[in-house]
């Protein structure tokens, strides 16, 4: 396959054929084909006969999603733009391209630095796992151990609020999530509950500032040869 410019296919083709089929199919909006993360997927794929795209666009598209701060190992299936759109239209939320790239590059896992020391009274914890993003359609997409099926449990039962969304496990089984309404990273403890408080209190409790953003989370990660455990 060979992408071509929208306005060359509609002219060969005048009805609503493969264009707006890719673009739906992979969550682009219309008028995105030919352009970097369409190329992207197209080169993913396998479509590009092996071509390595060569645009300044698309070269800045590789490189923020493979040149990251920290690598993952046993990732999840691959997920594309349409399976992130999904996850956004459960949550109700748009999400930072960071956090869309990171996941575009790999689907969760295990990462080579995986220790985050906060400064002052808090000890260092270690990120076990980052979960995955469900593929569009998956039969068992409200997994826990999917983003999204873990935030719609974890809001049903009033673990925690719908303004934090969990992607990443400790040892001990909390949570570290984005924060929905500013962007920042949070650490959130789920064996705080007290019976006494209520659910907002409870909520406010567990919750524990982490990074100003994903970016900055990411870059904060050390290796545990860098942590004082």
């Known amino acids: 396959m060979q992408l071509v410019k929208t306005s060359t296919?509609?002219?060969?083709?005048?009805?609503?054929?493969?264009?707006?089929?890719?673009?739906?199919?992979?969550g682009l909006r219309s008028g995105d084909y030919g352009k970097a993360d369409a190329i992207a997927i197209s080169h993913d794929k396998g479509w590009l006969k092996g071509r390595v795209p060569k645009s300044n666009s698309i070269t800045c598209w590789f490189e923020r999603c493979f040149m990251l701060p920290v690598k993952l190992s046993r990732p999840e299936t691959k997920v594309y733009v349409s399976d992130f759109a999904v996850l956004e239209e459960q949550i109700s939320a748009k999400l930072p391209d960071s956090f869309r790239d990171f996941y575009l590059a790999s689907n969760g896992g295990v990462s080579n630095k995986d220790w985050w020391e906060s400064e002052g009274q808090y000890e260092p914890f270690r990120v076990k796992r980052f979960k995955a993003i469900a593929q569009s359609g998956a039969s068992d997409a409200m997994d826990t151990k999917y983003i999204g099926g873990c935030y719609s449990t974890m809001v049903g039962r009033n673990v925690i609020p719908q303004t934090i969304l969990p992607f990443a496990i400790d040892d001990g089984g909390n949570f570290v999530c984005l924060d929905l309404k500013d962007g920042c990273v949070c650490f959130y403890a789920t064996d705080t509950y007290d019976p006494d408080l209520t659910t907002a209190q409870n909520h406010l409790n567990s919750y524990r500032w982490l990074a100003d953003s994903f970016s900055d989370f990411l870059s904060g990660l050390k290796d545990e040869s860098e942590v004082d455990v």
């Not at 296919?9 to 992979?26: I, L, R």
């Open 9 to 26: 296919h509609k002219a060969t083709f005048p009805h609503g054929g493969s264009v707006s089929q890719f673009e739906k199919h992979f």
